[in-house]
């Protein structure tokens, strides 16, 4: 079974971990159909702790486990669980472990921080199985630092406001009225996963204001990912996802909605609300506006536009979880000319337990695409 590197998956976990958030995530949702997503403990067996999640938070918050302590999923499953999802829910003394540390983790934030999410596994272990109770120097004296400019900010004194930045950014894309003007594209290109060795083509359908419909063709079996305005799913095929269909849910929810905007961004203040500017920061040795906004159910998106020539270099996005913030984050590059709005022909998005990059070869503006594209997809065949 492939699986990606950082995907601790299953069953580390019987109680949410109440209260525990700084700001409230959601649990649950429901897509175009109605029907409700199904909770972790429904799909999985032997969720002890993080019952009543969403299966994408749930897979999400393993991917935390993993990137705090620096592990594959392996590492915090038993070894057989490499080739058979099932083996995930086996117990054994490093899950056993993480269900005391959660409960840990929560008694402090209750403790200590009138129940908001002030420590995670991540305060202390940085990355290793085992937390550092000795400083490191060459940290100590290092400029390089790993921290995602995504933090909650407030409006930061002298700086401009959102407002201003939005529309440089727009004006850098072509104009307000030729980017309103662009309202499909069809497109094909290359995808590749963290763990792929070669790419896969791929075929991008979208439409204006958020609808996105990306399917790569893989040697394993087809990946789509769809987004048909209100709800989004990833079909893949079962040696990359432990369900045939997943529900994204909630606050990640909204995290697709921004990102699907972003391909027709004429309506881009009206993405996020409590828009906020940050001080400027260097991103791959450039200076960079940070700009911030809050989605509808209470996520934080940071998007980042480069100085000279105003556009949009990253977005970093995070969602709130029983166990720390769920961050995504968008890379934008190689900006070329479409129907007269430059578009990114690249984008890499690398989120808590995956890593994947999209390459547009050939686009095509303005195009009729039938509402079909966007449909929930089928399950992968393989």
Known sequence: MKYPKYLLAFTVCNVVLAGSAATPYVIGSQDTTGQRSPMAEEVFKNVQILK???????????GFFSASLGLNCTDCHVEESASNWTRYADDNARKQMARRMMLMVNSINKTNFAGRQVVTCNTCHRGNPRPNVMPSLDLLYSSVSGDEPGDPIQQASGQPPADQILDQYLQALGGLQRVAALTSVTAKGNYMAYDDVEKSPLEMYARAPGHRMIISHSHSGDITWTFDGRSAWIAAPATDKPVPVLDITGQDLDGVKLESEVSFPARIKQALTNWRTGFP???????????????ANGGTATLC?????????????????????????????????????????????TWLDGRSTYELMSVQPNVAIDTSRFAKPAPSRQ
């Not at 009543?52 to 393993?62: A, E, K, L, N, W």
Request: charged share 20%; proline share 4%.
């Open 52 to 62: 009543g999640i969403p299966v994408d938070q749930f897979m999400s918050t393993m």
């Open 281 to 295: 920061t260097l991103i791959n040795g450039r200076e960079t506006n940070i700009v911030q906004g809050t989605t």
């Open 305 to 349: 536009f480069d100085v000279e020539t105003g556009l949009l270099v990253r977005l970093v996005r995070f969602s709130n979880s029983p166990v720390g913030r769920l961050v995504t984050r968008v890379d934008y590059s190689d900006y070329r000319e479409v129907a007269g709005v430059k578009m990114p022909f690249k984008w890499t998005v």
